[in-house]
């Protein structure tokens, strides 16, 4: 008796849940036929659906503008006085800290490249330096960005920035000692000699770069150059015996010619 109660009571709850199922597809049948009879009349009405736009987050208030500039301002300050103290994490946690209120504030970024560079983090300071060259055609943020392809072995990009750099600082000669190094490096010899002979004649006791361009002569089989160029050095640095012997082996070269 139990049994036949209990399998009866089983099978109205079944019937009732199918029963609800059923509705229920019913329902949803019976409203997407009436969306879709709504939409072909709006199309036989000649009706246009417009897409969704994103609403535009409202401008900053001037005020808020102002207070965000005061903190920035202030990160630099204590970033540059941390830098002082060479507490080189808590200049970049600064820093950061201020590209978080305001994330294209040039002078923040450069500072960030800056310490990118000068920390042995090329490749950080090369993203950095070519997003800022889209904000701001600086001649150092060029010079920085060859430096960073330098750093990295990568000579040629190198040239491409130290040119860029030169291009508009053409009277300085440290952009044209700066870009003749990287044509060296890039084995670009013919190029480099011109623009290193130019840094010299303005810094002409600079016997690194002095050294540099005797170097280039002799790989462009110059000889009587880089001779003249090492008695030059020889003049400047006259107990440097490795230099002597330069100037003896291609006196030697001469006379055998």
Not at 14 to 21: Q, R
Not at 183 to 191: H, P
Request: aromatic letters at 8%; charged letters at 30%; one cysteine or more.
């Amino acid at each position: 008796m139990y049994l036949i109660v209990f399998i009866g009571s089983v099978s109205l709850l079944a019937l009732l849940l199918g029963g609800k199922v059923l509705l229920r597809q019913r329902f949803v049948r019976r409203f997407v036929r009436s969306v879709r009879q709504r939409l072909e009349a709006a199309e036989e009405r000649g009706a246009v659906l417009l897409e969704e736009t994103p609403t535009q987050r409202p401008a900053k208030s001037p005020r808020i503008s102002a207070i965000e500039l005061q903190q920035v301002r202030r990160l630099l300050r204590d970033a540059d006085k941390a830098w002082s103290q060479d507490k080189l994490a808590d200049v970049e946690r600064m820093l950061i800290q201020g590209l978080t209120i305001q994330p294209r504030a040039v002078d923040v970024q450069a500072q960030l490249a800056k310490l990118y560079l000068t920390t042995d983090r090329e490749s950080k300071a090369e993203a950095l330096y070519k997003e800022l060259l889209q904000q701001r055609d600086d001649v150092s943020f060029h010079a920085n960005l060859g430096l960073a392809y330098y750093k990295q072995a990568k000579y040629v990009d190198a040239c491409y920035a130290y040119q860029e750099a030169l291009n508009r600082d053409p009277k300085n000669p440290e952009r044209c000692a700066a870009l003749g190094r990287a044509c060296i490096a890039a084995q670009r010899f013919e190029e480099a000699a011109p623009l290193l002979e130019k840094a010299c004649a303005h810094l002409s006791r600079d016997t690194q770069l002095l050294h540099l361009l005797a170097e280039c002569y002799v790989q462009l089989n110059w000889v009587d150059k880089a001779e003249e160029t090492y008695r030059r050095i020889n003049r400047l640095e006259p107990y440097d015996e490795e230099v002597k012997a330069k100037i003896k082996s291609f006196s030697g070269q001469l006379v055998g010619a």
